[in-house]
C-alpha cells in the first residue's frame, strides 16, 4: 500500500512538472532585456494559469483535434514498429551468426542512424511517383486539409514514423534475445530435449519481453521527436504541424496546450510501461515491493 | 598482442575513425578538396547526355552532386559547409555532456536531495522530445542571436539520458573495493572523485560524446530540413515552404536543407545532396562511438 501510494505520489509530481516546464517554455521571449523578460513571462504565464479554463474552452477544439489526429499516427506507428520489430529482432537475435541475421542487424542499425526526413522523402517519392500513379488512389496531401480526414492518408506518414520504432525495436530485440541465449537455463533446456520453438516461446520470449517494452517506450519518444518532421512533409494536420505553426506565429497559451499534451501522453506512456512491465516480469514485482 | 593492433581489428573503429577523420581533413581543409569554389556560379544553361538543362543542374561530370539553382556546385558547397556545421555538432555535443555528465556526477556523488533533484530534472527534460524543445528554445532567442546562445540553446535538449548513465557508473565505482579502501584510509573525497572517479568514467564519456555528436547532427538535419539553422536567419512562413523557393544562400548543411520538401519531385539532389553528407557523418560518429566503447571496455581486454 505504502508503495503504491508512493509510486502515485512519483507520477503526479511528474505531470505537474511536466505541465508547469512546458507550459513555461511556450511563454519564453530570450530576445529581450532580461528583467523585462522575467516581468512578461511571469505575468503571462501567471495569466495562463489563473485562466486555464477559458484557454481550454477557446482552444480545446483545436487541441483535442489535433492531438486526435497526432495519436492516430503514434499508434499506427508504434504498431508497426512493434509487429515488424519484434519479429526481425527475434531473426537477428537467434540466428546472430547467418547472413540473415546479420542483414537484419545492418538494416536495423542503418534505420536508427537514417533521419526522419530522409525517410519520408524516400516514401512521398515512391507514394507519389508510383502509387498514386498505378493505383490511381490519393495517398499523401501535399496541402494541408483539416475537414477530410481519409484513412488512406495515414498510410504515408505511419510507415515513415514507424521507420525507426521499427529498427530501435528490432536492434534491443535482437540484443536481448543475444543476451538471454548466453544464459545458462537456455543451455539446460537445450539439453532436455526441448525444441527451439519452445525454448523461444518459453523461456527466451518471457524474459526478453519486458526489454522489447522498454524498447517500445523508448521508441514513442523517438516518433515524437520525429512527429513535426513527418507531418511537416505529409502535410498532416497533427499536434507536430500546430505546434510549428502555433510557435512561429507566438501564440504562447495554444503552443502551451500542445506541448503539455505530448509531455503528459510521454509521462502517462511511460507509467503504463512501467505497470505493464510489473505484471509481466514477477521480479520486478518482487523488486518493487521489497522497495 | 598491443592496444593498436587490438584496435585494427575492430571494423567499426576502423571505419568510424576513417569516417571522421575525413571530415575533419576537409573541414580544415576544404579549398584542397573542393573542385570549385562554392560561390562561383557557372553558365545558367549546360549541356548533359545530348540535352540542354537550366540550373540546377542534375549530377554529372562537371558537377558531380549536381548544381543549385544559379548553377553552383554541390559538392564544393558541401565541403566548405562542413567546418560551420561540425563545429556546430561538436559543440553542441560538449555542452550536452557537460551538463549530463555534471548532473549524473552530481547524482551519484552526492546523492541525497541534490542528486534526487537532479535525477527528476532529467526525467522531466527526457519526457520532451529534443526536436521541439530545440524549436521553441530557438524561436524564443529570436533572430539574431549569436553563435554561443544557438548552442548552448540546443545543448540543453538530449542530455537526460546520460544524467542516469552516469549516476549509475559513479555509483557503481564508488561500490568498488578499492575506493572503499581509499576511504579507509583517509584520502579527502574531492580527491576521491579527480583521482579515482573521474579517470574511470572517461571510458563512458569519450564514445558519449562521439555518440552525441552524432545526434546533435541529426536534430541539425532536422532543424535545418524545418528551416531553422544557424548562418542565416531565416523567417519561415509554412505557406511559402509548400511551394518551391530556391534554397538559401548558407553554405551550412541545415541551410542548404531548407525548401526542399517539394523540390526532391523534380530536383531530388538539391535535398539528397546534404541529406547524405549528414547520414554519412552521423554513421561515422556513430561507428567511432561503437568502436571506441568497445575498445575502451576493460572487459574485452
Same mark, same amino acid.
Given at each position: 500500500m505504502r508503495s503504491g501510494l508512493r509510486f502515485a505520489r512519483d507520477v503526479l509530481l511528474r505531470l505537474v512538472l511536466v505541465f508547469l516546464a512546458v507550459s513555461l517554455c511556450a511563454f519564453l521571449t530570450l530576445d529581450r532585456p532580461v528583467l523585462r523578460q522575467l516581468y512578461e513571462a511571469t505575468t503571462h504565464f501567471g495569466d495562463y494559469l489563473t485562466h486555464l479554463g477559458r484557454a481550454w474552452g477557446m482552444l480545446g477544439p483545436t487541441v483535442t483535434a489535433a492531438y486526435a489526429r497526432s495519436m492516430v499516427l503514434l499508434v499506427s506507428a508504434t504498431a508497426l514498429g512493434l509487429l515488424l520489430g519484434v519479429p526481425a529482432g527475434l531473426v537477428a537475435g537467434v540466428r546472430s551468426s547467418t547472413w540473415l541475421g546479420r542483414l537484419v542487424a545492418a538494416v536495423s542499425n542503418l534505420g536508427i542512424l537514417t533521419p526522419s526526413f530522409l525517410w519520408g522523402l524516400a516514401v512521398m517519392v515512391f507514394f507519389v511517383r508510383y502509387l498514386n500513379r498505378y493505383t490511381g488512389v490519393?495517398?499523401?496531401?501535399? /496541402?494541408?486539409? +483539416?475537414?477530410?480526414? @481519409?484513412? %488512406? #492518408?495515414?498510410?504515408?506518414?505511419? *510507415? #515513415? *514514423?514507424?521507420?525507426r520504432p521499427v529498427a530501435y525495436i528490432a536492434h534491443t530485440t535482437a540484443a536481448a534475445i543475444? @543476451? +538471454?541465449?548466453?544464459? @545458462?537455463?537456455i543451455r539446460t533446456a537445450h539439453s532436455k530435449g526441448l525444441s527451439r520453438w519452445r525454448v523461444l516461446r518459453g523461456h527466451l520470449w518471457p524474459n526478453a519481453i519486458v526489454t522489447v517494452l522498454a524498447a517500445a517506450n523508448a521508441s514513442l519518444l523517438f516518433a515524437l521527436s520525429s512527429l513535426p518532421v513527418v507531418e511537416f512533409i505529409f502535410s498532416w494536420p497533427g499536434v507536430g504541424l500546430q505546434l510549428l505553426t502555433a510557435i512561429l506565429r507566438t501564440d504562447a497559451p495554444l503552443s502551451a496546450l500542445l506541448l503539455v499534451s505530448i509531455g503528459l501522453t510521454f509521462v502517462l506512456t511511460s507509467v503504463a510501461v512501467d505497470l505493464l512491465a510489473q505484471r509481466l516480469d514477477p521480479r520486478l514485482r518482487a523488486e518493487e515491493g521489497m522497495g | 598482442m598491443t592496444r593498436l593492433s587490438r584496435w585494427i581489428r575492430q571494423p567499426a573503429l576502423v571505419a568510424g575513425t576513417v569516417i571522421v577523420l575525413g571530415l575533419v581533413l576537409i573541414a580544415l581543409f576544404p579549398g584542397v578538396f573542393a573542385p570549385r569554389d562554392p560561390e562561383a556560379k557557372g553558365r545558367f544553361l549546360l549541356e548533359i547526355g545530348g540535352q540542354v538543362y537550366a540550373a540546377p543542374f542534375p549530377p554529372n561530370v562537371l558537377y558531380p552532386l549536381g548544381s543549385d539553382s544559379e548553377a553552383r556546385d554541390l559538392l564544393s558547397r558541401l565541403m566548405y559547409g562542413t567546418r560551420r556545421t561540425l563545429g556546430i555538432a561538436v559543440s553542441i555535443a560538449v555542452v550536452r555532456v557537460a551538463l549530463g555528465a555534471g548532473l549524473?556526477?552530481?547524482?551519484?556523488?552526492?546523492?541525497?536531495?541534490a542528486g534526487g533533484w537532479a535525477l527528476t530534472l532529467s526525467a522531466v527534460s527526457a519526457t520532451f522530445p529534443s526536436l521541439l524543445f530545440a524549436w521553441v528554445i530557438i524561436l524564443a532567442i529570436g533572430p539574431g542571436a549569436g553563435f554561443g546562445v544557438f548552442i548552448v540553446a540546443l545543448g540543453l535538449t538530449g542530455w537526460a539520458h546520460w544524467t542516469q548513465l552516469l549516476a549509475i557508473a559513479v555509483r557503481r565505482? /564508488?561500490?568498488?573495493?578499492?575506493?572503499?579502501?581509499? +576511504? !579507509?584510509?583517509?584520502?579527502?573525497?574531492? #580527491?576521491?572523485?579527480?583521482?579515482?572517479? *573521474?579517470?574511470n568514467l572517461l571510458p563512458l564519456i569519450i564514445? #558519449?560524446? !562521439?555518440?552525441?555528436? !552524432?545526434?546533435?547532427?541529426?536534430i541539425l538535419a532536422e532543424l535545418g530540413f524545418l528551416g531553422v539553422f544557424y548562418g542565416e536567419r531565416v523567417v519561415i512562413n509554412f505557406t511559402e515552404l509548400l511551394?518551391? %523557393?530556391?534554397?538559401?544562400n548558407t553554405l551550412e548543411w541545415g541551410g542548404l536543407l531548407a525548401g526542399t520538401r517539394l523540390e526532391v519531385f523534380r530536383?531530388?539532389?538539391?535535398?539528397?545532396?546534404p541529406a547524405g553528407a549528414f547520414f554519412i557523418a552521423i554513421l561515422g560518429f556513430n561507428l567511432l562511438a561503437t568502436g571506441l566503447r568497445d575498445a575502451l571496455d576493460p572487459a574485452t581486454r
Amino acid at each position: 500500500m505504502r508503495s503504491g501510494l508512493r509510486f502515485a505520489r512519483d507520477v503526479l509530481l511528474r505531470l505537474v512538472l511536466v505541465f508547469l516546464a512546458v507550459s513555461l517554455c511556450a511563454f519564453l521571449t530570450l530576445d529581450r532585456p532580461v528583467l523585462r523578460q522575467l516581468y512578461e513571462a511571469t505575468t503571462h504565464f501567471g495569466d495562463y494559469l489563473t485562466h486555464l479554463g477559458r484557454a481550454w474552452g477557446m482552444l480545446g477544439p483545436t487541441v483535442t483535434a489535433a492531438y486526435a489526429r497526432s495519436m492516430v499516427l503514434l499508434v499506427s506507428a508504434t504498431a508497426l514498429g512493434l509487429l515488424l520489430g519484434v519479429p526481425a529482432g527475434l531473426v537477428a537475435g537467434v540466428r546472430s551468426s547467418t547472413w540473415l541475421g546479420r542483414l537484419v542487424a545492418a538494416v536495423s542499425n542503418l534505420g536508427i542512424l537514417t533521419p526522419s526526413f530522409l525517410w519520408g522523402l524516400a516514401v512521398m517519392v515512391f507514394f507519389v511517383r508510383y502509387l498514386n500513379r498505378y493505383t490511381g488512389v490519393q495517398w499523401i496531401l501535399l /496541402r494541408p486539409s +483539416e475537414e477530410l480526414f @481519409d484513412p %488512406r #492518408t495515414i498510410l504515408a506518414p505511419a *510507415l #515513415t *514514423l514507424a521507420a525507426r520504432p521499427v529498427a530501435y525495436i528490432a536492434h534491443t530485440t535482437a540484443a536481448a534475445i543475444r @543476451d +538471454e541465449l548466453a544464459q @545458462d537455463y537456455i543451455r539446460t533446456a537445450h539439453s532436455k530435449g526441448l525444441s527451439r520453438w519452445r525454448v523461444l516461446r518459453g523461456h527466451l520470449w518471457p524474459n526478453a519481453i519486458v526489454t522489447v517494452l522498454a524498447a517500445a517506450n523508448a521508441s514513442l519518444l523517438f516518433a515524437l521527436s520525429s512527429l513535426p518532421v513527418v507531418e511537416f512533409i505529409f502535410s498532416w494536420p497533427g499536434v507536430g504541424l500546430q505546434l510549428l505553426t502555433a510557435i512561429l506565429r507566438t501564440d504562447a497559451p495554444l503552443s502551451a496546450l500542445l506541448l503539455v499534451s505530448i509531455g503528459l501522453t510521454f509521462v502517462l506512456t511511460s507509467v503504463a510501461v512501467d505497470l505493464l512491465a510489473q505484471r509481466l516480469d514477477p521480479r520486478l514485482r518482487a523488486e518493487e515491493g521489497m522497495g | 598482442m598491443t592496444r593498436l593492433s587490438r584496435w585494427i581489428r575492430q571494423p567499426a573503429l576502423v571505419a568510424g575513425t576513417v569516417i571522421v577523420l575525413g571530415l575533419v581533413l576537409i573541414a580544415l581543409f576544404p579549398g584542397v578538396f573542393a573542385p570549385r569554389d562554392p560561390e562561383a556560379k557557372g553558365r545558367f544553361l549546360l549541356e548533359i547526355g545530348g540535352q540542354v538543362y537550366a540550373a540546377p543542374f542534375p549530377p554529372n561530370v562537371l558537377y558531380p552532386l549536381g548544381s543549385d539553382s544559379e548553377a553552383r556546385d554541390l559538392l564544393s558547397r558541401l565541403m566548405y559547409g562542413t567546418r560551420r556545421t561540425l563545429g556546430i555538432a561538436v559543440s553542441i555535443a560538449v555542452v550536452r555532456v557537460a551538463l549530463g555528465a555534471g548532473l549524473g556526477v552530481l547524482a551519484g556523488w552526492v546523492g541525497g536531495a541534490a542528486g534526487g533533484w537532479a535525477l527528476t530534472l532529467s526525467a522531466v527534460s527526457a519526457t520532451f522530445p529534443s526536436l521541439l524543445f530545440a524549436w521553441v528554445i530557438i524561436l524564443a532567442i529570436g533572430p539574431g542571436a549569436g553563435f554561443g546562445v544557438f548552442i548552448v540553446a540546443l545543448g540543453l535538449t538530449g542530455w537526460a539520458h546520460w544524467t542516469q548513465l552516469l549516476a549509475i557508473a559513479v555509483r557503481r565505482i /564508488r561500490a568498488l573495493p578499492y575506493m572503499v579502501a581509499a +576511504e !579507509a584510509v583517509g584520502v579527502p573525497p574531492r #580527491t576521491q572523485l579527480l583521482r579515482h572517479v *573521474l579517470p574511470n568514467l572517461l571510458p563512458l564519456i569519450i564514445p #558519449t560524446l !562521439a555518440q552525441e555528436v !552524432a545526434a546533435a547532427m541529426l536534430i541539425l538535419a532536422e532543424l535545418g530540413f524545418l528551416g531553422v539553422f544557424y548562418g542565416e536567419r531565416v523567417v519561415i512562413n509554412f505557406t511559402e515552404l509548400l511551394q518551391q %523557393r530556391a534554397t538559401p544562400n548558407t553554405l551550412e548543411w541545415g541551410g542548404l536543407l531548407a525548401g526542399t520538401r517539394l523540390e526532391v519531385f523534380r530536383w531530388y539532389w538539391l535535398p539528397l545532396a546534404p541529406a547524405g553528407a549528414f547520414f554519412i557523418a552521423i554513421l561515422g560518429f556513430n561507428l567511432l562511438a561503437t568502436g571506441l566503447r568497445d575498445a575502451l571496455d576493460p572487459a574485452t581486454r
